[in-house]
């Protein structure tokens, strides 16, 4: 395969006649404190989350990390940063577009040049690792070559297989002066095509590469005598026959192919109001977001002037776009289901830990004590057990359910669907506004109403982003609640990568307050009481407040006080400046983030930051309190955003048995200990790893957590 242009950060387009920032484009800026006299610092969470991915990168760029997985990281990286153009640098952008005065404007035009800046950055950083991951793939006879390296023999294969399976696909297009450009989906890949005709004159056309339908990487003879696996992607493959793409209609003498592809905004545009019809609704914002403005243009740094400012003029672009040259070939994000020929390119699968015993029955399980699973390392079946359970028992007479993001195949949808058939009464709380799973949503609450699922869509000016089951049975004359409480989604697919923990307990008041938040779901102008959890939008913001308010009165009367936090981002500012009291008074603030901080390290010495990033996406949010050596362990849906605390239903929930509170500690300490794939976030985030060079001993946590719960099976 060619290799990726690195285009250097200076090449890059500034938008908007933005000032020319500082050389050191992370440097915090600072805002107003809402009970302190002085401002205090922030990290901007755009240029946080631009950190996150470099970590991201960083899998990319280490030898350690198996071959194949080097390349999957590459399209984590990839899918990545496209979701960052159409959420957050579409915001930035209406922001800036939308800002009422000239400082405002001045503001938000200065952080999307920010964000340009260090995302070049990144870019050549990509191109040099993707070079890299080329050349480590040859050393182990993994080849993945362009059209221009075809033998005979195979070149041969490739227009066979171009006559057979691709040119049936392609659809080419003109682009000039008097045609309309069409609409260009976000999701693909496109050719810009410059043509050279017999007589002179020039034309332009465009072409989708068909990866929705056809594999990007295909598997193509390797050569005589020599033992490897080969790949070519389509690109290529339609580049090595790229005049037959015209059917021979046009004297074409030269014809070269550019890859190009776009970000569009994501936002949604919904109005106040969640009835019956936002199903109608979300499906109309979803044409919309089909049709939004594009947001950003990524194309190949050799593309012709007069045809890359044909594409830009027919996009029509504008002074608040960001325009990224890069190499040779786009959506890497299609390297995440790059094939895996070998077991040791790969990580080493672990079996998952059991959970329920076979024969058990679930119920009685529970009964006998509080069960904790921490997934990965847990097997996730024991969810789809206690649904698939709760559909056929006699006993119960209500599951209520959130849905925020489920598998293609849900066996989790089956199994509400089969309770209904058994006449219980199931209620289903499916968010239509999961960002990017709204069409699946649509489809699953469809399903679910037409099976007789009470299906509910929220809460007005609300998502519902908790993760709650709550089930009612009738027991020897007496109502029992069984509920699950977790820190992510009820999706098979994702347990197998994603960290998180759930809680299933037969608590009376537990499961009480599980079934309180529903009925808020149903009646919000209802604010319930609860026993044990904390609730966004009501009680988790106060709440965390007042349990950092305790460590700092402790700290201040002589006493042991400390925090540690887990959460995937930390950036809401009322929550940053009660860290910053509690860093000056004196208590210990441990925090692991996996993506964005906006907390700037170095304000207090008390208070360190560090991230993971390794083979499992680490996703759990845990608040722990030192809370006078009885330490509060609490899980939650909810990381510390505005959003999260404010505009969403979210459930913070304790631990009480000390041994999985226990349970729960170990891991945050066995993380805290890493000095393999945990980075140090300093003041510039600028990713250090940890060495412990003090011990010979290697700590890798997600290794040494598999380990650590296996004991306890």
């Known amino acids: 395969m060619e290799d990726v242009v690195a285009v250097p950060a200076g090449s890059t387009r500034r938008t908007g006649g933005a000032p020319e920032r500082k050389k050191n484009p992370d440097s915090p800026t600072t805002v107003a404190a809402s009970s302190m006299a002085k401002e205090f610092p922030v990290f901007p969470k755009e240029l946080s989350w631009l950190s996150f991915n470099a970590r991201v990168l960083q899998e990319v760029e280490d030898k350690n990390v198996p071959i194949i997985e080097r390349v999957r990281f590459l399209g984590i990286f990839s899918s990545n940063l496209d979701e960052f153009y159409r959420v957050r640098v579409a915001d930035v952008r209406r922001l800036a577009t939308f800002a009422k005065g000239s400082r405002k404007k001045e503001h938000f035009s200065t952080l999307l040049a920010s964000i340009n800046e260090k995302v070049m950055q990144l870019q050549t950083r990509f191109g040099n690792a993707y070079n890299q991951v080329l050349k480590d793939l040859g050393a182990h006879n993994i080849q993945l070559i362009n059209e221009s390296q075809l033998t005979e023999n195979q070149r041969a294969y490739v227009e066979e297989y171009f006559h057979r399976e691709v040119l049936p696909e392609l659809e080419p297009f003109f ?39 056809l594999p990007r990487f295909i598997p193509i ?79 190949d740094a050799a593309t012709p002037e007069v045809l890359l400012e044909l594409i830009k003029k027919k996009l029509r672009m504008g002074r608040y776009d960001s325009y990224t040259p890069g190499g040779r070939y ?17 990580y080493r699968p672990r079996s998952p830990l059991p959970t329920l015993p076979d024969a058990a029955n679930i119920f009685e399980w529970m009964d006998e004590e509080d069960r ?59 968010e239509l506004q999961a960002r990017f799973d709204e069409l699946a949503n649509i489809h699953w609450s469809n399903e679910l109403r037409d099976a007789g699922v009470e299906v509910i869509y ?17 027991d020897a004359g007496k109502t029992r609640y069984y509920s699950h409480f977790g820190t992510g989604n009820f999706n098979e697919s994702t347990a197998r990568f994603y960290c998180d923990f759930s809680l299933l307990t037969s608590d009376r008041k537990m499961g009480e307050d599980a079934y309180r938040v529903f009925d808020f779901i149903r009646q919000p102008h209802l604010q319930p009481d609860y026993h044990h959890i904390w609730v966004s939008p009501h009680t ?25 936090i887990k959460c995937n981002n930390l950036v809401d500012p009322e929550i940053i400046q009660a860290l910053y009291r509690a860093g000056e ?116 946590a997600q290794d040494a957590i598999y380990r650590y719960l296996k004991k306890r099976v």
């Open 175 to 213: 682009i000039d002066d008097r045609d309309t450009m069409p609409l260009l989906n976000e999701a693909r890949i496109y050719f810009g095509i410059y043509l050279e005709l017999e007589d002179g004159s020039l034309r332009f056309a465009g072409l989708e590469i068909p990866t929705d339908i």
């Open 585 to 700: 008074s004196g208590v210990k603030v441990r925090i692991i983030v996996r993506s964005m901080c906006a907390l700037v390290t170095g304000v207090s010495d008390n208070i360190q930051v560090i991230s993971l990033v390794d083979k499992y996406l680490e996703h759990a949010r845990v608040y722990v309190f030192h809370n006078m050596g009885d330490p509060s362990v609490m899980l939650s849906s909810a990381d510390l955003m505005t959003r999260n605390l404010d505009h969403r239903v979210e459930v913070t929930f304790p631990i009480t048995s000390p041994t999985h509170r226990q349970t729960v500690l170990d891991i945050l300490e066995l993380q805290w200990r890493d000095n393999q794939k945990a980075r140090v976030l300093d003041s510039n985030q600028s990713n250090t790893h940890i060495a412990n060079r003090r011990s010979k001993k290697t700590m890798r």
């Open 372 to 430: 904790l699973c921490y997934y990965p390392y847990h097997d996730f079946r024991v969810i789809t057990k206690l649904l698939a359970s709760a559909a056929i028992d006699p006993k119960v007479k209500e599951i209520r359910v959130n849905l925020y993001r489920v598998a293609k195949n849900s066996r989790v949808i089956a199994a509400l669907i089969n309770a209904v058939r058994n006449q219980k009464q199931v209620t289903a709380v499916v």
């Open 330 to 346: 786009h959506n890497s994000k299609d390297f995440m289901s790059f094939p895996a020929d070998h077991k040791a390119h790969t």
């Open 458 to 474: 929220g809460v007005p000016g609300l998502k519902v982003h908790c993760k709650l089951i709550s089930i009612v049975r009738e």
């Open 221 to 299: 003879p390797h050569r005589d005598g020599v033992r490897e696996k080969v790949y070519i992607v389509l690109d290529n493959v339609i580049r090595a026959c790229l005049v037959d793409v015209f059917r021979h209609v046009l004297p074409i003498e030269k014809a070269m192919a550019f890859t190009f592809k776009i970000s569009r905004d994501a936002e949604l545009e919904l109005g106040e109001h969640v009835t019956q019809n936002i199903v109608d609704r979300v499906a109309k914002s979803l044409k919309k977001r089909a049709q939004a403005e594009p947001v950003r243009l990524v194309y």
């Open 540 to 564: 988790n913001r106060p709440s965390i407040l007042t349990a950092i308010e305790h460590e700092i009165t402790a700290v201040e009367a002589g006493k042991p006080a400390a925090i540690f």
